[in-house]
């Protein structure tokens, strides 16, 4: 019975530096942030400030200006990344996400309201 402990534990702490290893390896680029991006929240973005976002099915499409930028590399297994866009009549749009296992997923979405004057 306590063989079989010892094994069932070292077999453990070799799945979990297996896991430690593929997500380290699997951990998305920035580049893979611009497609994800663009798939999830219709924002394209080719190389500069400016972006533009769908705003529905007929493809009408709204000027963005990127305000705000936050890309944490640093991680082993994952990034995060926060942006900030404006459109031109001031309404903002925040977006957090984390970069996991090649892909990435949305922590947060907030849309702030028009400035007031």
């Not at 699997?26 to 973005?45: G, V």
């Not at 972006?51 to 493809?59: A, G, P, R, W």
């Not at 991680?75 to 995060?80: C, G, H, M, S, V």
């Amino acid at each position: 019975m306590l063989h079989l402990r010892k094994t069932i534990k070292r077999i453990g702490f070799l799945l979990f530096i297996l896991l430690l290893v593929y997500m380290t390896t699997q951990r998305p680029t920035e580049d893979q942030f611009y497609t994800w991006l663009k798939e999830q929240h219709h924002i394209s973005c080719n190389g500069t400030v400016t972006c533009t976002m769908e705003l529905n099915e007929n493809h009408d499409v709204s000027t963005l200006i990127e305000t705000g930028s936050t890309i944490k590399k640093g991680y082993l297994i994952f990034n995060t990344v926060g942006k900030t866009y404006e459109d031109q009549s001031g309404k903002q749009l925040k977006l957090k996400a984390i970069g996991l296992f090649g892909h990435y997923y949305t922590i947060s979405k907030e849309e702030a309201s028009e400035r007031k004057e």
